[in-house]
Nanobody
Framework: QVQLEESGGGLVQAGGSLRLSCAASRGTLYRYSMGWFRQAPGKEREFVAAISWISGSAYADSVKGRFTISRDSAKNTVYLRMNSLKPEDTAVYYC????????????????WGQGTQVTVSS
């Protein structure tokens, strides 16, 4: 099994940047597609970005051009670089892993981290 642990969240002013990390503290991410989701208070879970184990990456329209997902196989870690942050980006961000080729907004991922809070002040 895979155990995921997010880090890097915090409080940042609008226009600032953060980099979230998702490390596999147990297991390997080899041949797992990885995704980032977020959930704001009172709202449904929202797809943010994903990177395939075999193909490319995908982004929600709301973050496209501002966020970048990447992975470092040597460190068994996936990252989400968030630039030009907006107050509407405020949410708990969750890392997820799935053995499918791709992760979409509707994918029920097999493994989830516990989340890291991102708060963007105006």
């Amino acid at each position: 099994q895979v155990q995921l642990e997010e880090s890097g969240g915090g409080l940042v002013q609008a226009g600032g940047s953060l980099r979230l990390s998702c490390a596999a503290s147990r297991g390997t991410l080899y041949r797992y597609s990885m995704g980032w989701f977020r959930q704001a208070p009172g709202k449904e879970r929202e797809f943010v970005a994903a990177i395939s184990w075999i193909s490319g990456s995908a982004y929600a329209d709301s973050v496209k051009g501002r966020f970048t997902i990447s992975r470092d196989s040597a460190k068994n870690t996936v990252y989400l670089r968030m630039n030009s942050l907006k107050p509407e980006d405020t949410a708990v961000y969750y890392c997820a892993a799935d053995r499918g080729i791709v992760i979409s907004p509707a994918t029920e991922c097999e493994y989830w981290g516990q989340g890291t809070q991102v708060t963007v002040s105006s």
